[in-house]
C-alpha cells in the first residue's frame, strides 16, 4: 500500500488564495481507502476559500502523480477518454470568439493537465504552436509536451491558455496563475475549471461532498476567491459561471440505475441521488474565462 510521507505536508492556516485567516470546518479523509490519515478542510474568514490542512509540497505531488498514486488518483486512473470531434470543434470555435484579433494559424496553444492529449492533438491541427504539461505516468508521447511548467522555455508565449481541472490539485494554485500570465501574450485567454464549494451540495455535505478528496483534491474555490486569484495574479475574469460536471440532463438520466426491483431503493435513488444531488444541487463546478489586458 501507498504510504504518506508527512515530512512533505506542511501546515496552512493562511489562506492560499489571500493570505486571509481560516478555521477549520471539517475532518477529512484521505482519497486512497485504505488510508486512515485524517486531515483539516479549512476554510478562509475573507475571501471564504477551502483547502486541505496540512498541505503537500508541490515536488512531492508531482512524485505521486508520476507514480500514480491512489492518494492522488483513483486506481484504474488511466487519463482522459476521447470525446467525440464535434465536442472538440465546439471547444475551439467558442475559444475563437474571444480571440478576434488573430488567424488561428497564427495562436500558440497551451494546456496544463492535457492527461492523455486527446483536446492538445486536435489544437495541433489548428494552431500554430502546442504544448502540453502533464506529470502523470498516463502523459502522451509527442513533442513539447512536459512533466512541469517549469520546462517550457521562457522565450515562448501563448494566445490560449487551459488549464482545465488542474488547479484544485496544486499546492499554490495562485503561483501557478502567475507562471502562467509570465507565458502569455498579451490580450491572451485563459480558460479554468474547478471545484465550486458555493454549490449547495458542497454547503450540505461539507467534508462529504464528493469533491473532497485528498491528497488529490486540495483546493475548493468559492466566486470571491476565484476573483481574487485571477486579479492576484494579473488576470481579468471575463467569464465565470457555475455548471454540473455532467454535459447534459441527458447524461444524467441515461447514467441513472433504472433497476425497479428494490423499490424502496429505487425511489431513494430516484429522489435524493438524481433529483437532488445532481439537479438541484449538483452544479458544483466553476468555468472562469480570464484575459491578459
Avoid at 492522488?72 to 465536442?87: M, N
Avoid at 491572451?188 to 488529490?216: H, V
Wanted: overall charge positive; some cysteine; charged content about 25%.
Amino acid at each position: 500500500m501507498d504510504s504518506l510521507e508527512k515530512k512533505y505536508l506542511k501546515g496552512k492556516s493562511s489562506c492560499p488564495i489571500c493570505n486571509g485567516r481560516s478555521k477549520v470546518i471539517d475532518n477529512v479523509n484521505t482519497m486512497n481507502s485504505n488510508s486512515f490519515e485524517i486531515l483539516n478542510l479549512r476554510e478562509c474568514f475573507i475571501c471564504g476559500h477551502w483547502w486541505i490542512d496540512p498541505m503537500p509540497d508541490q515536488e512531492y505531488l508531482l512524485e505521486l502523480y508520476k507514480n500514480s498514486s491512489e492518494y492522488v488518483v483513483s486506481p484504474d486512473y488511466a487519463g482522459s477518454d476521447e470525446l467525440k470531434r464535434e465536442d472538440f470543434e465546439k471547444f475551439f470555435n467558442n475559444i475563437l470568439k474571444y480571440l478576434k484579433f488573430k488567424e488561428p494559424k497564427e495562436l500558440n496553444y497551451l494546456e496544463v493537465g492535457c492527461r492523455s492529449g486527446y483536446l492538445l492533438n486536435y489544437f495541433k491541427e489548428k494552431v500554430n504552436l502546442c504544448f502540453g504539461v502533464e506529470p502523470g505516468s498516463w502523459r502522451p508521447k509527442g513533442e513539447n509536451i512536459v512533466s512541469s511548467i517549469n520546462e517550457i522555455p521562457d522565450d515562448i508565449k501563448f494566445d490560449i491558455v487551459i488549464i482545465k481541472d488542474v488547479l484544485e490539485h496544486l499546492e499554490n494554485p495562485l503561483e501557478m496563475m502567475k507562471k502562467l500570465r509570465s507565458l502569455a501574450n498579451y490580450k491572451a485567454i485563459i480558460i479554468c475549471s474547478f471545484p465550486n464549494k458555493d454549490s449547495l451540495i458542497a454547503k450540505f455535505f461539507i467534508g462529504r461532498w464528493a469533491m473532497i478528496g485528498p491528497i488529490g483534491h486540495l483546493h475548493y474555490f468559492s466566486s470571491k476567491s476565484t476573483d481574487k486569484m485571477f486579479k492576484n495574479s494579473s488576470w481579468t475574469v471575463i467569464n465565470k459561471y457555475s455548471y454540473w460536471q455532467v454535459k447534459s440532463f441527458f447524461d444524467l438520466f441515461r447514467n441513472f440505475n433504472w433497476n425497479f426491483k428494490n423499490p424502496i431503493k429505487f425511489l431513494y435513488g430516484l429522489i435524493v441521488r438524481l433529483f437532488l444531488k445532481q439537479i438541484i444541487m449538483g452544479k458544483d463546478q466553476w468555468r472562469a474565462v480570464g484575459k491578459y489586458r
